[in-house]
């Protein structure tokens, strides 16, 4: 199974070759085989010269201020702060799992809740690992968000999926599968990512719309649909429309800002029930186009419409910085420092949760390796569970934020 999707080849230098080597792979429902490049953006520097982000806003040291946990920093501005966690490596690695509980007041199953995982087969689900999750969040007094129901990501829908599904059953199927997990949770979840990654520019519709295989089937009405359909079976629910590629200053990211922001208000125009956006915020170190400004500016116009805002997978590529662990540590604080800075001063921002929290989990790993195959540093945890100054970077925004 390939977790593959397309991408301009711009971002496919910021691949290893065997990622690469996985384009050529069809997907199975005919999307086309692609990776998850569309991620990584072409960063403005040399790729055979990398160079760090200027110094930040603060450029600070990143000094901490003690040992007090991201989730209570977070808490104590109105915040809440948490990660993508994998079953296994909780269930696995105490270690992991104690780091868990101390930073984060609220966790999102990194795979469990994806249809790949949920679905042995077109009529039935098994909700043992996210089960298992759930269980460790109550257990634990965490929060517990799920992601996601709607998705066309080929590496993550199951082996049949391509060979079942078709224009008779689609509708069906999408909304049984919605009304059976999201009741499954009802009234014990804190929110959803109903539709993932719905807008992709190149695909050439002037809305913006990807083509999936949902759309294809059910028409440009299904993502109203996904959530009407997730709101009937939990009303208590935060249902969260979650993208990707809206942070830099680019023609591709504002192109994107645009769409995403005229799907918000068409769905809000329509009545349809959705509350949250969900940006993703996987940033890169060395990405130098950066605009705080024009962000700042695109969340006022989404907490116009009514909306609250999630930074739901945040995480800082290092592959393109330096091998020197200093170096390449300064400059991922740095990118964690500038964008919360920026994103948190808009106080409809109400969460923000690092997609992982240990270098030791990252699916960053596998799909943004670096070429000299030095183990990546994207998150405020080492693959010791040691803080770095990317936690200090963390814990500052959290501390200069203001009130929710
Ligand atoms: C990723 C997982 O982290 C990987 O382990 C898996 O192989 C592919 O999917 N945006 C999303 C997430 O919304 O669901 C993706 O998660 C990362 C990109």
């Known amino acids: 199974?390939?977790?593959?999707?397309?991408?301009?080849?711009?971002?496919?230098?910021?691949?290893?070759?065997?990622?690469?080597?996985?384009?050529?792979?069809?997907?199975?429902?005919?999307?086309?085989?692609?990776?998850?490049?569309h991620q990584f953006m072409n960063p403005s520097f040399n790729l055979t010269q990398p160079t760090l982000n200027p110094p930040t806003l603060n450029n600070f040291n990143f000094a901490s201020l003690g040992n007090t946990p991201l989730r209570q920093r977070a808490a104590n501005k109105g915040l809440i702060y948490g990660a993508a966690v994998r079953q296994y490596a909780v269930s696995s690695d105490t270690q992991f799992a104690q780091a868990v509980v101390r930073e984060c007041a609220m966790i999102v199953p990194e795979w469990e809740l994806k249809w790949n995982f949920l679905r042995p087969t077109p009529s039935t689900f098994d909700f043992g690992p996210a089960d298992w999750l759930f269980n460790f969040a109550q257990t634990n007094g965490l929060l517990f968000r799920g992601h996601t129901l709607i998705w066309h990501e080929v590496g993550a829908l199951p082996q049949w999926f391509g060979s079942v599904v078709n224009f008779r059953n689609a509708r069906q199927l999408f909304l049984d599968h919605i009304t059976t997990v999201v009741n499954h949770y009802r009234g014990r979840i804190h929110s959803w990512d109903v539709v993932n990654e719905a807008i992709h520019i190149p695909d050439g519709r002037s809305n913006g719309l990807r083509n999936t295989p949902w759309l294809n089937w059910l028409g440009e009405d299904y993502i109203n649909l996904a959530f009407r359909t997730a709101a009937q079976a939990d009303p208590n629910a935060m249902l969260v429309y979650n993208d990707y590629g809206l942070d830099y200053d680019t023609p591709q990211d504002e192109a994107k800002r645009n769409a995403v922001l005229r799907l918000l208000e068409r769905l809000k125009a329509q009545g349809t029930p959705i509350h949250a956006l969900g940006i993703q915020a996987h940033l890169i170190g060395g990405e130098t186009?950066?605009?705080?400004?024009?962000?700042?500016?695109?969340l006022t116009e989404v907490a116009n419409l009514g909306l609250k805002i999630l930074i739901t997978e945040i995480d800082v590529t290092d592959n393109q910085l330096p091998i020197n662990i200093q170096a390449r540590d300064q400059t991922v604080a740095g990118v964690y420092q500038d964008y919360l800075a920026t994103v948190l001063n808009e106080r409809a921002v109400v969460a923000v949760l690092n997609w992982g929290l240990s270098d030791r989990y990252t699916w960053l790993t596998e799909f943004a390796a670096r070429s000299d195959q030095a183990p990546v540093r994207p998150l405020p945890l080492d693959d010791q569970m040691q803080r770095k100054l990317a936690w200090n970077a963390m814990s500052n925004a959290f501390n200069n934020a203001p009130l929710r």
């Open 1 to 37: 199974m390939n977790y593959l999707r397309s991408h301009t080849s711009a971002s496919e230098r910021l691949f290893t070759r065997r990622q690469t080597l996985l384009l050529g792979l069809g997907g199975l429902t005919g999307l086309g085989a692609s990776t998850l490049a």
């Open 289 to 298: 186009r950066f605009n705080a400004q024009k962000l700042r500016n695109f």
